[in-house]
Structure formats: structure tokens, C-alpha cells
């Protein structure tokens, strides 16, 4: 663990994919469930902040408490039947390294899911999607320690509360999510799913496993800035929900608009990097920060360190889409 005395100021450029600019007072980087305790125990007073890849968070300002950066590591097979495995991996683990050892042991469920940078502590928390897959839609339990009391608790996937980018875990901060257990499957039958998918698959009468999460990674690399090289956190906003008579008053403008009906029926999703590239924001770039030329919905980093800059840029981009549209875009991204 990163030792006690030598954990103050720590900065946490390294900990954003954003590669903004801030300092933690205190840091630290336990490696099991006990290190995690003597860590909480030793900074009860402080606020905290988990950080795992830091793919999908950045900093406007220092971080004036604890930020622990979970390392628990490991991946173990729980139980099996002759159609399913149940598999536990900690949270510390890398996502994709977890998905590529799932497909290489032709264990199905998560291979539309590959390259998603980040950890598996994360994945529930956002539930994670890509390609017309869910992380949920394979998480059967998940393990956390409540930061609070210290307490272990198991939460089911149903009290896990997925929804499209949501769960409990999002509003519920004081839960630490040590493991999660995922039930995959050893059949596979490619289900088409996803128009582009399909298409990159369209050369396989019968796509295996891993000819899926190659397909998946080539588009991703096709589309996606590696936030490595150009700084960002993916999609920046969530699609939003919209009503009938919203997609009615629009359709006449724009005959193209995405809709997707939720399940309920009572409401359409529609693309937010459509609306955003509509209101002229498709690969603009304003000082250091702009949207990705491939994909409007990635706001990316030229090298600004200042979090306020990336936050300025989206306010420009909300105000547009809600004076065109009347639409008021949310940000997937967690600004701290
Ligand atoms: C290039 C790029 C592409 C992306 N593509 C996708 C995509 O296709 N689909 C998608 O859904 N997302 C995507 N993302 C977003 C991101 O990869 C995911 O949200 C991922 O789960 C973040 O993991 P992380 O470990 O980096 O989480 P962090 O950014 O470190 O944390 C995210 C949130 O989870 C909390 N958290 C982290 N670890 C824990 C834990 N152990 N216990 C409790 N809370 C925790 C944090 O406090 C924070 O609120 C993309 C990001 C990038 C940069």
C-alpha cells in the first residue's frame, strides 16, 4: 500500500483519462479488503473518492479529502453447470484483460463489451454498455464494503437498480465495490443485435466468440480516440429520453432523428451525438478542448489541465442543443 506518511498532495493527472490537473490530500492504494479497512480507519473524518481507471471522471479542482484506488486483484471460478459458469473478479482488475480471458475460455456474455477502458469495480456502477449489451445483463451479484461502517454487503442484481447508465451505486457513494460475480455461458450463438456489428461480422455465417470481440475491437479502434494519446472519458453525455410529442414536433426538421421506444413505450431515446453534431459541435475544436472528428459525443483534450475548460465547453454545447431543440443533454462523465 502506498505508505501512510508519504500519501498527502498526491496529484491525481495520472488517475483521469482526461489528464486534468488536481491533487488528492490523501491517496491510497489498498490491496485487499483489510488494507482497505486500516485506510478508511485512518482517515475517518475525510470525505472519499474511488478511483479506479479514471475513465469516466475528471477535476475542476483538488480533491480536498481521501481518494482510495482500489488494487484488489484476481479472478476465480465459483460455480458451473454444463450451460453456465459463475465467475468473481475484483475489482482492481483491468476490464478488458477480464473480458479477453472470459473469451479466450469461451465463456459468452461480455465480449460486446471488449476494449471498454477501465476496471471491473466500475463496470456496475455505470453499467457499463456497448453494441447492444449490458454490463447487467451478466451480473449476478456484487460486493462492497460500505465505507461508512465498514460492513460487507451483497447486492443482487435486482437491488443493484441497472437502468441505461445508472445504478444504486451512483447515488449510493459510501458503497466500495470490491467484486463483482458474472454468470457467462459456455454456448454461443451470435444473436445480430447491432446494425454495425452485424455488418463487421457480415463475412461469418456462424461468428465465435472471439471473432465478435475482434470485430467489436476494430470498430472501436475504427471510431474511438485512445484516451492515451488524445485525453478523454468516451461518450460525454447520455442519450436522452424524449416524449411522443417531442419526437413528433422534430420529425418534420429532421426526418433522420435516431428514436429508439423503451420499454415501457411511453418514451424514445434519441442520439445525443446527433443533436450535437445538428448544432454544429461535430469535431469543433475551442482552445484546447473540442468534440472527437469521428464522433461528436466524445469531447476530447488537447491539453488543457484545467477541468473548467472542459466544463465551459460542455455548457456551450447543452446550451446549443437546448436552444435548437429544447433538449437539455446530461453528462455521463462524473466532474469533481
Ligand atoms: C475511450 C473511451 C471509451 C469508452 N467507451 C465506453 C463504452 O463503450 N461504454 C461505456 O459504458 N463506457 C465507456 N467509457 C467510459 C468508461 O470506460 C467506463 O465508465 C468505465 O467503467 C470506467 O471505469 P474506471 O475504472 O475508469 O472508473 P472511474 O472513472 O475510475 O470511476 C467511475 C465511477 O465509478 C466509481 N468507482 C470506480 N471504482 C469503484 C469501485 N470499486 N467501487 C465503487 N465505485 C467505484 C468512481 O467513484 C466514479 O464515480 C469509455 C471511456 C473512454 C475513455
Known sequence: MKSM??????????????????????????????????????HAAEDKLIIGGGCNLFFT????????????KGVAKLSET??????????????????????????????????????????????????GAEAKDCILEVKTLNMSDLGLRSFSNEECRFDY????????????????VFRLYKNFNYQPRYKELNEELSMFPSPTLQQVRDAVITIRRRKLP???????????????????????????N????????????????TSAAFLIDKAGFKGVRDGNVGTYSKQPLIIVNYGTPNGKNIVAFMHKIQENVERLFGIKLEPEVRIL
Open 5 to 42: 506518511s508519504n500519501n498527502r498532495n498526491i496529484s491525481l493527472t495520472d488517475y483521469n483519462s482526461f489528464r486534468t490537473s488536481a491533487f488528492a490530500k490523501f491517496f491510497c492504494e489498498p490491496q485487499s479488503i483489510t488494507e482497505i479497512k486500516s485506510c478508511l480507519q485512518l
Open 61 to 72: 479542482k483538488d480533491f480536498e479529502g481521501l481518494v482510495v484506488h482500489p488494487l484488489l
Open 82 to 131: 454444463a450451460d453456465w459458469v459463475d465467475v468473481e473478479a475484483m475489482a482492481g482488475e483491468n476490464w478488458d484483460d477480464f473480458v479477453k480471458q472470459c473469451v479466450d475460455a469461451g465463456y459468452a456474455g461480455l465480449e460486446n463489451l471488449s476494449l471498454i477502458p477501465g476496471t471491473v469495480g466500475a463496470a456496475p456502477v455505470q453499467n457499463i454498455g456497448a453494441y
Open 165 to 180: 447508465r445508472e445504478s444504486f451505486f451512483k447515488y449510493n457513494r459510501e458503497f466500495l465495490i470490491t467484486s463483482v
Open 226 to 252: 485512445d484516451e492515451r494519446e488524445l485525453p478523454n472519458a468516451g461518450s460525454f453525455f447520455k442519450n436522452p429520453y424524449i416524449s411522443k410529442e417531442k419526437v413528433e414536433e422534430l420529425s418534420g
Open 254 to 269: 429532421y426526418p433522420n432523428l435516431p428514436v429508439f421506444p423503451t420499454a415501457d413505450g411511453n418514451s424514445y431515446k
